[in-house]
């Protein structure tokens, strides 16, 4: 069994190839999905699609790259959307929410103001609803943490986590856990490579981050949730183990990351 823990599912790249593509990773051995929302205009449709595929559950939240044209109302919607969702078994979670350093108009007032201020207050709502979190965290690390420090949540995972060897163990502290995907099966990506191989095995999960961040022989083509297995056998041998080890390491630490997949009943 295998988890992809972050894929846009949802993703206009796909076109109406979404049911197929979750099915042909069910058939790869992937047997969860999480979709994450990016905004509030796909918070029904991860929803609605999760309920159309048998192996996928949903997060939603508002992405920090979709923070320049959300408003406070948006963050109304969520959270009422939020409170509907609690009684909905595939909800996993607060996600995906964070902060986007990479992107130069994001680092520069009033955006990173504004990013900061959306990503605290769904801090809040996860806290609230005791709920874990889908991080983005590119670039912006250290100010994440500083926030998590601030406004305890229970847990989650750092997705696409490419940060130093103390920044990992600062989340891992908070009880968070590190999503790992297609940028690890590049020789070159010597950080991300030794992060995977040296962190505690107890902390990493496996994402794709479909349709982005395709592994080294997809790319320059897109991500699909059926490469999770491979990706998986990069970090066995980066890591000298067997295949089946690492798939039921990395689905024990999604489920322990994702407590509402347990009761969802997908993948068992």
Known sequence: MWVDTHCHLDAGEFGDRSASLADEAAQAGVRVIVIPAIARVNFSEVAQLARRVGNAVYALGIHPLYVPTASEGDLVSLREAVGAAMADPLFVGIGEIGLDFFVPALKEPPLREKQEFFFAEQLKLAREFDLPVLLHVRRSQDIILKYLRRIRVPGGIAHAFNGSFQQAETFIELGLHLGFGGAMTFPRSLQIRRLAAELPLSSI??????????????????????????IGEVLAGLRSLPPQEIAAATSANARAALPRLVASGVGH
Not at 207 to 213: K, Q, S, V, W
Request: net charge negative; charged share 25%.
């Open 205 to 230: 999960v496996l994402e794709t981050d479909a349709p982005d961040i395709s592994p080294a022989w997809r790319h320059p083509d897109i991500n699909t949730p059926d490469q999770i297995p491979r």
